[in-house]
C-alpha cells in the first residue's frame, strides 16, 4: 500500500486485467516456492510504529505534511491521517546488542523528530487511539493529502455502497456512523516484521496467530474513543470496522471482512496469498508493465507488484509479505496487533516477547497449533482485546488461564529460549522480558494506566470526561518521554 495510484476512475476493463494479472503473479509465485533462491540465510527483523501529532491543548495536530517537509527524514512517512506519521527502523539482526541498537536508534530518531515537531507547535505521542480524537476530527478532508488515501476512501466506501457503522460495546458503548474510513486513522500500531525461510512460514505464521491474543492483553493501550471508554484495545473493534466493506446483507451470507484474523491453521504461505485472491475483490486495480511469467523464466526476480498491491488491501492481523532487497526476494511474517507505545522500552518488550516464544514455538516437536483450534484462538484474540491484561484464555493443557498466570508461568521461558537461538546477548534477553514479568506481576499496561488516570481526574480533580482525557494525554506524554516502562509510571 505504499505505492502512489493514478487518480481517477477504474473502469471495469481495469478490473479485469487486473483480476487476470493477479492470477498470473500467483502462478509466477507458486513456481518460485518450488525451486527459487529465497533470502533466509540469516533472518532479518524490522519495526514499524504509527504516531499521532498532538498539539499544545492535547487536541490532534493535523500538520504531517510540514513536520515531514521539515524532518526531510527517508525513514518517516505519512498515514493515513493528517495528525499521523510512520517510523521505519531500518531492518536489523537482533542477535548479540540488536535490542541496544534498536533503542539507540529509535530514540535518536523520535527525539530528531519530536523537535521537528515543535517547530510547528506538535508533539509526538505513542499511543494506540489518540484519547482526545472526536468524530469532527474524523473525517475525510483531514486524510493525508497522498492521492493514494483518497482513492483507497473512494473504493471502500464505494463497495460498501452505505455510511459505515461503528457500534463498539465494551464499558460503554459507542453507536454511530461515518461516510469515510477516516477513523481508522485513529488505529496507530506498532508492527513487527521477522524474515523467514519459505519452509518454515507457516510455522510461525500459525505461532504468530496462536499467541496473538496474549500479545493483545499484554501491550493494551486503546481504552478511550470519542470520549467513552470501550475495549482495553478499542483499536481492534475499530479497525475491523472501520474498513468493512460489507452491507449487513453480505455479513448474513458469510462474506469475509477485509479485516480478517482468519479461519484455518496453513502449510504454505502460498495459502494465504491464494486466500486473498479466491474471497477479495480488488480494490486499487493498478497494473504493472511487467510480465512476471517473462521475468521468471528469463532469470530475473519478478515484482509481483499487483500480488503484492492486492495483499496490501486485505488486513490480516498477521501478514505475509513477499518483497525484494538487493535483487533478492525474500518472505517476512508482518505481525500487526499490537498498538503504538507506551514507550520504546515497552515496544521493544513487546518485540522480545514476540520474537523469541513465536521462534520457539514454531520449533516445537508438538506445535501448538496442533492442539490449539483456530476458532479458539481468534476467541482468545478478541476476549484479550476485550479485557486487557485482566484477560483469560483458553491455551492446551491448561484450559481457561489468566493471561498473566500462562506468560509468568508458560510463556515467558519459551520466549527466553527462542531468544537465545537467535543469539540475543543475555543482558538485554533479561532486561526485555523482565518488563513482561513485571508487567503480568504488577497487572499494569498501557490501558491500565490510562483508565486509571482518567478515573482519579474525574473523581479525585472533579473534572468531566473531556477535562480528564485532556489532563492523561499531557501526563502521557511527559512520561513516555521518560522512556521507563509504563508500569511503573505513578498515577496522580
Known amino acids: 500500500m505504499g505505492r502512489d495510484v493514478p487518480q481517477g476512475f477504474f473502469s471495469r476493463e481495469d478490473r479485469v486485467r487486473y483480476r487476470q494479472k493477479v492470477r498470473r503473479c500467483l502462478d509466477v509465485f507458486a513456481l518460485m516456492l518450488d525451486d ?39 525513514n518517516f512517512q505519512t498515514e493515513l491521517g493528517q495528525f499521523n506519521l510512520e517510523l521505519n527502523a531500518s531492518p536489523r539482526l537482533i542477535e548479540g546488542t540488536g535490542f541496544a541498537d534498536y533503542e539507540t536508534d529509535l530514540r535518536t530518531s523520535l527525539g530528531r523528530a519530536d523537535d521537528r515537531a515543535g517547530k510547528s507547535d506538535a ?70 516484521h521477522l524474515q523467514v525461510a519459505p519452509d518454515s ?16 492483553a499484554l501491550g493494551a493501550n486503546s481504552p478511550f474513543l470519542y470520549g467513552r471508554q470501550l475495549w482495553a484495545e478499542t483499536r481492534i473493534a475499530l479497525f475491523e470496522q472501520a474498513t468493512d466493506t460489507r452491507p449487513d ?6 462474506v469475509r471482512p477485509r479485516v480478517w484474523f482468519g479461519e484455518r491453521w496453513i502449510t504454505s504461505i502460498f495459502d494465504l496469498f491464494e486466500e486473498n485472491v479466491r474471497y477479495f475483490p480488488p480494490l486499487l486495480p493498478i497494473c504493472d508493465d511487467e510480465d512476471p511469467v517473462e521475468v521468471l523464466h528469463t532469470g530475473g526476480v519478478p515484482q509481483l507488484a499487483e500480488l503484492r ?3 496490501g488491501t486485505v488486513y490480516r492481523w498477521n501478514r505475509p509479505v513477499y518483497d525484494i532487497m538487493n535483487g533478492r526476494p525474500h518472505l517476512r511474517v508482518e505481525n500487526r496487533v499490537l498498538p503504538a507505545g507506551p514507550t520504546v522500552i515497552d515496544m521493544l518488550a513487546n518485540a522480545a516477547f514476540y520474537f ?27 476476549a484479550a482485546a476485550r479485557r486487557g491484561i485482566e484477560a483469560s484464555v483458553y491455551w492446551p493443557r491448561l484450559g481457561e488461564i489468566r493471561v498473566t498466570d500462562l506468560v509468568r508461568d508458560v510463556l515467558l521461558p519459551k ?9 540475543v546477548a543475555a543482558t538485554h534477553r533479561d532486561r526485555l522480558l523482565g518488563i513482561i514479568d513485571e508487567r503480568c506481576r504488577t497487572g499494569r499496561n498501557g490501558a491500565v494506566w490510562q483508565t486509571e488516570t482518567v478515573w482519579a481526574a474525574e473523581r479525585g480533580r472533579r473534572m468531566d470526561r473531556s477535562a480528564a482525557l485532556h ?15 509504563v508500569h511503573t509510571w505513578p498515577v496522580d
Not at 479 to 484: G, I, P, S
Request: glycine share 6%.
Open 36 to 74: 527459487f533462491g529465497f533470502d533466509a540465510d540469516r533472518p532479518m527483523t524490522g519495526l514499524e510504529i504509527e504516531l499521532n501529532l498532538m498539539d499544545k491543548n492535547a487536541e490532534p495536530a493535523m500538520r504531517n505534511a510540514e513536520i515531514l517537509a521539515d524532518l526531510a527524514d527517508p
Open 415 to 423: 520466549a527466553a529460549t527462542g531468544l537465545d537461538r537467535f543469539g
Open 249 to 254: 446483507e453480505l455479513k448474513a451470507q458469510g
Open 309 to 311: 498491491l492486492h495483499n
Open 201 to 216: 512460514f507457516a510455522d510461525i505464521w500459525n505461532a504468530s496467530q496462536a499467541i496473538a491474543g496474549v500479545q493483545v
Open 123 to 192: 508533539a509526538l505521542i505513542m499511543i494506540g487511539i489518540l484519547p482526545t480524537l472526536t468524530e469532527g476530527h474524523l473525517v475525510a478532508d483531514n486524510l493525508s493529502t497522498n492521492e493514494r488515501y483518497r482513492v483507497l476512501n473512494d473504493q471502500i466506501v464505494a463497495a460498501r455502497g452505505e455510511d459505515i457503522e461503528l457500534d463498539i460495546r465494551g464499558v460503554e458503548r459507542l453507536e454511530t456512523h461515518t461516510d469515510s474510513i477516516a477513523p481508522e486513522a485513529a488505529c496507530t500500531s506498532l508492527q513487527f
Open 471 to 485: 489532563h492523561m494525554l499531557r501526563r502521557y506524554g511527559e512520561l513516555q518521554r521518560t522512556n521507563e516502562p
Open 356 to 382: 523469541g516464544l513465536s521462534r520457539e514455538l514454531a520449533e516445537a516437536d508438538r506445535p501448538v497449533w496442533s492442539q490449539l483450534t483456530f476458532a479458539t484462538a481468534e476467541e482468545n484474540f478478541h
